[in-house]
């Protein structure tokens, strides 16, 4: 090796240990339009639908033909459908499903929207293995002619198994009011 890469090694040790003791960076916060924060409050709404047990509620954020699982070779279509499928979710005798956004943006034309941020199951059986798990979500939000934002597609990510220290980041990290621009 040559002499002068050798004497340069310890330099670029010490340079290399301290940059990787130096905490990340915070990640950017979104900065969302009051248009945008109106799907970011709309959203909030649909995962307190699930947590008060609504079925109602959580059927009035849905568009009467948006698809559920909208990457599967065959998603849940419909209102009635959707929240057919999803009554045990929202009853939550087994499980709880809480989610949050984390970004919502809006394109294009502006009845449309989407949105996306972390999920967080918890099973319920005190007997469970995982009892957390933490995914995240994706939606996009059609704004109908009366106004209102619903759901026209939805689909997640697989939730992996969370320790308490995840689940207490993910309930720590969801903000009551949108972060606008």
Known sequence: MNPRAIALLPVLVFAMTGAAAQPAPAPKQARMTAAECEVWARELSFAQSVADHDAKAFAS????????????????????????????????????LAWYPTRTTIGGVGDIAWSSGPS??????????????????????????????RVLFDDGVDPKPATEAQVAEFRAGRQATCPQA
Request: aromatic fraction near 12%; avoid cysteine; glycine fraction near 12%.
């Open 61 to 96: 954020h849905l568009e009467s033909d948006a698809a559920f699982g909208a990457s599967l070779p065959e998603p849940t279509r419909g209102r009635d459908a959707i929240t057919k499928r999803w009554a045990g979710i929202i009853e939550g005798k087994r499980f709880k």
């Open 120 to 149: 967080l199951f918890e099973d319920l059986d005190p007997n469970a293995k995982e009892r957390y798990r933490i995914g995240a979500f994706h939606s996009v939000w059609d704004r109908g002619g009366d106004g209102v934002w």
